[in-house]
């Protein structure tokens, strides 16, 4: 049973991954939002421009940054899957043993 509570953890930590990743990115662009409009009230030819070139780059990086963390989830998925794999006729044996000796009881 430590490997199906293995198995969840390590599920719920990567969903604790993205989420943290989507906050940031949320972040990233209310950031981003912010400069803009900043930039809008400064105002010159250029600051459309700069704006432009600033959320491309904020953009990049959190692409960057999620692509790594839902790689990392993929892996950690795939561990799991393969773990589940090999164990889980095992698995329902234990089970359903230990139904049956708790009916008998």
Do not use: H, V
Request: aromatic share 4%; net charge negative.
């Amino acid at each position: 049973m430590d490997i199906i509570a293995e198995i969840l953890e390590t599920d719920r930590l990567a969903e604790e991954k993205l989420a943290e990743a989507e906050r940031k990115r949320s972040a990233m662009l209310e950031n981003t939002r912010r400069e803009q409009e900043r930039l809008s009230r400064l105002a010159d030819e250029n600051s459309g421009e700069y704006a432009a070139a600033l959320k491309k780059e904020y953009d990049s990086r959190l692409d960057t940054e999620l692509a790594a963390l839902k790689e990392q989830e993929n892996k950690s998925i795939a561990a799991l899957e393969e773990i589940f794999g090999r164990s889980s006729d095992r698995w329902a044996e234990e089970i359903f043993a230990r139904c049956i000796s708790l009916d008998g009881k």
